[in-house]
């Protein structure tokens, strides 16, 4: 997946703001609160944490179908 401008622009306000969003890959829907956006190997990636069990997660943006801010 290739974000657009606007895209970038909503998952750095919700990095900043702690706001969920939510991330389809591969049949799955992962909603998540982001931590950070970083690029691995030339890969983007965005590191995040489950709401409720507090657990990590890396998602990586290559894999991911959807990516949507949760309001």
Do not use: S
Not at 29 to 57: S, Y
């Amino acid at each position: 997946m290739q974000l657009t401008v606007k895209q970038y622009d909503a998952l750095e306000h919700a990095i900043t703001r702690g706001q969920r969003i939510a991330v389809y890959r591969r049949g799955t829907e992962f909603v998540v609160v982001p931590e950070r956006l970083v690029l691995r190997n030339r890969r983007e990636c965005i590191e995040a944490r489950h709401p409720t069990t507090g657990d990590h997660i890396a998602l990586w943006l290559d894999e991911a179908e959807t990516l949507e801010v949760v309001r």
